[in-house]
């Protein structure tokens, strides 16, 4: 499929999974009767995130990747392809995890990698970033504080992501925050990356973010689509709400590329450290 209509959410979510279901259900719907074929959840729809970035030590519940919520989250999303984090169950240790699904099963993972903070006391790291293939195109998805990293990126587009799938719990700033959460030096950030990692890798950019604040945390929303020229096409601001652009994906990709194709220019010798 070429042309996507795609949405990204801005949403609060919290410990209560059957609330945050019946949020995801209605989101689902809203997103059908509006036509679009990929939606993008916030990083920990499923359980909400941390209460705070000091080490919180009860956190989310943490699911079982192949569980019962998992399964619900895809048969909800039917025909939609749908991305959601949560928080991932493996053994005795707990993820910051994204899903991808359909109505036909999981299409890709992702645990996080990088992690700000004291966001290591709740969870392990992940290793690595791997596109896939879905109905709508070959995906990228990453979670929050990985975008801070050129790297993260450049990896799922060099593997081939036509669109990436950014999802965040991204606050607002914890020291001297603004009163006017549209003048945080944080969302001003957020909304930085969002733009540069769609122009440096020329792809289509999805971004969703929670919404609200939980604990100790104010979150900046911006749910945004962008596209490979880095313009935002389409963006909720700091409210609640979905943000939906319909792009031609790999019309606008060849014509991003035509003339500075920054993938296929790269020079890779001379990179290297101390080279």
């Not at 440096?200 to 999805?206: A, F, G, L, S, T």
Request: charged share 25%; proline share 5%; net charge negative.
């Amino acid at each position: 499929m070429s042309t996507v209509r795609m949405a990204a959410v801005a949403a609060p979510f919290d410990r209560d999974v059957e609330g945050d279901f019946a949020r995801i259900e209605k989101l689902i719907a809203e997103a059908r009767a509006e036509g679009v074929g990929l939606l993008a959840l916030p990083e920990a729809a499923l359980g909400g995130y941390l209460a705070n970035l000091d080490g919180d030590a009860e956190g989310p519940p943490a699911l079982d990747p192949a569980g019962p919520e998992i399964r619900r989250l895809a048969e909800l999303a039917g025909d939609l392809v749908v991305t959601a984090g949560y928080c991932e169950r493996d053994g005795d240790l707990r993820y910051n995890s994204a899903v991808c699904v359909t109505g036909d099963g999981v299409l890709g993972r992702h645990r996080k990698v990088h992690q700000p903070l004291s966001e290591d006391a709740s969870y392990g790291a992940g290793s690595g970033f791997a596109a896939f293939d879905t109905p709508v195109g070959r995906l990228g998805m990453m979670i929050c504080y990985d975008k801070a990293f050129p790297e993260s990126a450049r990896a799922l587009a060099l593997d081939g992501a036509q669109v990436v799938v950014c999802m965040s719990a991204w606050p607002g700033s914890r020291t001297n925050p603004s009163a006017d959460l549209a003048e945080d030096r944080w969302k001003r950030r957020f909304d930085l990356f969002d733009r540069a990692r769609a122009l440096e890798n020329q792809i289509v950019w999805v971004s969703a973010n929670q919404s609200g604040t939980f604990g100790d945390l104010r979150f900046v929303a911006s749910a945004k689509i962008v596209d490979p020229g880095g313009e935002v096409l389409v963006d909720t601001g700091v409210s609640e709400g979905l943000a939906i652009a319909e792009l031609d994906v790999a019309a606008a990709l060849a014509g991003a590329r035509r003339a500075m194709a920054h993938l296929a220019d790269r020079r890779p010798a001379a990179y290297a450290v101390g080279g």
